[in-house]
């Protein structure tokens, strides 16, 4: 609230998560640390005592720093995970969570310490920050049965350490997260990813651990299934490394990003920056991506609610992350951009969302859109999500739709499925984008794009004596590539759309300025990339880009083994 004693001040209580760590690569790896969690509302991370509450001056922009989660660690080599980014608001820093460990490389230390990777010798975990968050779990080298890493630590609680049960083992879990309520709802933040299992020479059989709070990444089993990816804006781990194959290229999964809330008391906005909402008598302000907070008034009120609220002093852009509903307060001219949400891969790569704008060339090479012409009531916003992974032999699921008052993109086709046992592969899926087709014994054909939202998927191609290769998903700005067999080439995923590249700096979305890649070999927009390596799966489409999934396929019963699509975003913009 405004300061009684002095009204150039503002308290301030907050929320500040760094990005979390990566799991380990290769063999075993540990789970990634969480990021470091400092807060002044419920609970803070490392078991400390509750912070104080800023005193801002008025009239001042600080700079908000959103750490990114840190990257997917790949290669055969041994090798820490990477580290998250620190998230920064005004003096309080929170350290970015540690990398998972691998074999003979100890965990890193972080906000909270990466677990224990584990091979020929056990690592040593890493250790947490003080007041921020946890060490990591210790690993166990089961040379003649199973070998397991431990879980990166969370914000709550330690990593935990692997179980064993005979000649069986499980990778440790990762460490709890926190709990706060200064958005007025109790939700989780900061959990440790689960540590991954290699199974050895051994004639043991394994399983990943499970991620912190069920945000953390989960580890990777042997044979079985790849890591997964610390939660988005919740700063936790990601899942250890498991390698799946003896001569096979192993990962450790990408940690969470983190986030930065601000609040104040009364419901008479006082800043402006970030998605601003009311709760319980308070004003937040929610920073998903980086951004300015900035206490001095705005000369003119933005003329809607809903979304995160930004303004580059021309223009007012309302960024959907999530549904939620859009409310003008006077009838206005509104431009947008409307992305559902990407495919599913399955062996063949997942489509883009569908891709609409006012602002520039629409998917699938359509001219630019005409405004909408909005009045003074609430019009739902529906963010699209991603379709779910196939790991089996049919499609990925499409995405799924979204909306923003008369405008609807499609949600992306689904990936094509494959059966090798019994010889049967399927076309891509229809949606915003196509999904690219399958292939074992056939070729397949891509799935088709929706005319003005986005392109067709490739085909799968198969030929005797030379190889097969599945094709890469459709894109907003362009075509999925059909599978080349010579060198077993996968199909290239489809270009994304850069034509609202304003809207995506203004907003700091998108990728690179880019929105709706298809899925496939070296991707763009979102994409996640197909895997060439069995047993690995496809990586998922990037979160709020309408990115489809990458395609995988599985070297034991050789079904589909795909990334999940992304999800949507909508933004809306309108002059100051």
């Not at 540690?98 to 965990?107: D, Q, R």
């Not at 290239?492 to 759309?497: D, I, K, T």
Request: proline share 1%.
């Amino acid at each position: 609230m405004w300061d009684q004693v002095s009204t150039q001040t503002l308290s301030i209580d907050y929320l500040v998560v760094a990005g979390g760590g990566s799991g380990g690569g290769e063999r075993a790896g540990g789970g990634g640390g969480a990021g470091g969690l400092r807060s002044s509302v419920t609970a803070t991370g490392g078991g400390g005592s509750l912070e104080t509450a800023l005193t801002l001056a008025l009239n001042t922009a600080y700079t908000v720093t959103v750490g990114a989660g840190g990257a997917r660690r790949d290669g055969a080599g041994a090798g820490r995970g990477n580290a998250g980014s620190n998230s920064i608001f005004s003096t309080i820093t929170s350290i970015g969570g540690a990398g998972g460990g691998a074999s003979n490389v100890n965990g890193g230390d972080g906000g909270s310490g990466g677990g224990a990777g584990a091979a020929l010798t056990p690592s040593s975990p890493g250790n947490g920050t003080t007041n921020q968050g946890f060490g990591g779990g210790v690993g166990h080298d089961g040379a003649a049965t199973v070998t397991v890493a431990g879980g990166g630590g969370g914000a709550g609680s330690v990593g935990a350490a692997f179980v064993t049960t005979g000649i069986n083992a499980s990778g440790g879990a990762g460490g709890a997260g926190v709990a706060t309520s200064i958005t007025g709802s109790s939700v989780t933040y900061a959990g440790g990813g689960g540590g991954g299992t290699d199974r050895g020479g051994g004639a043991g059989s394994g399983s990943g651990g499970v991620g912190g709070s069920n945000i953390g990444g989960n580890g990777g089993t042997w044979n079985v299934s790849a890591p997964t990816v610390g939660t988005i804006n919740t700063g936790s781990g990601g899942g250890g490394s498991s390698q799946s194959h003896p001569d096979a290229n192993s990962f450790g999964a990408a940690g969470g990003s983190g986030i930065v809330i601000a609040r104040y008391s009364g419901t008479e906005q006082q800043a402006t920056g970030g998605e601003i909402t009311f709760s319980g008598g308070n004003t937040i302000h929610t920073f998903r991506t980086s951004g300015t907070f900035n206490t001095t008034k705005s000369a003119s009120s933005s003329k809607a609610t809903g979304g995160y609220v930004t303004t580059d002093g021309t223009y007012y852009y309302h960024t959907f992350v999530s549904s939620g509903t859009f409310t003008p307060t006077q009838s206005i001219t509104a431009h947008y951009l409307v992305v559902a949400g990407g495919g599913g891969g399955g062996q063949g790569a997942g489509g883009a969302g569908g891709y609409r704008t006012t602002v520039g060339t629409t998917g699938g090479g359509g001219s630019a859109e005409s405004t909408l012409s909005l009045t003074a009531q609430a019009y739902t916003v529906t963010i699209g999500a991603g379709g779910a992974a196939s790991t089996s032999g049919s499609n990925g699921s499409n995405g799924s739709d979204s909306v923003f008052s008369t405008i609807t993109s499609t949600g992306g086709g689904g990936g094509g499925g494959v059966n090798g046992l019994s010889s049967t592969q399927n076309n891509g899926s229809s949606g915003g984008s196509g999904g690219g087709g399958a292939v074992w014994s056939a070729d397949t054909t891509g799935g088709a794009g929706t005319t003005n939202q986005g392109y067709a998927g490739g085909a799968g191609d198969t030929t005797s004596g030379v190889g097969s290769a599945a094709g890469g998903g459709g894109g907003a700005g362009g075509a999925g590539g059909a599978g080349t067999p010579s060198g077993g080439l996968l199909g290239l995923g489809g270009s994304g759309s850069n034509s609202a590249s304003a809207l995506a700096t203004a907003t700091n979305t998108g990728i690179s300025g880019y929105y709706a890649g298809g899925g496939g070999r070296n991707p763009n927009g979102g994409g996640g990339i197909s895997s060439s390596v069995l047993n690995i799966s496809g990586a998922t489409g990037g979160a709020n880009t309408g990115g489809g999934g990458g395609g995988g396929l599985t070297d034991t019963t050789y079904v589909s083994l795909g990334g999940a699509g992304g999800s949507g975003i909508v933004i809306v913009r309108y002059a100051v």
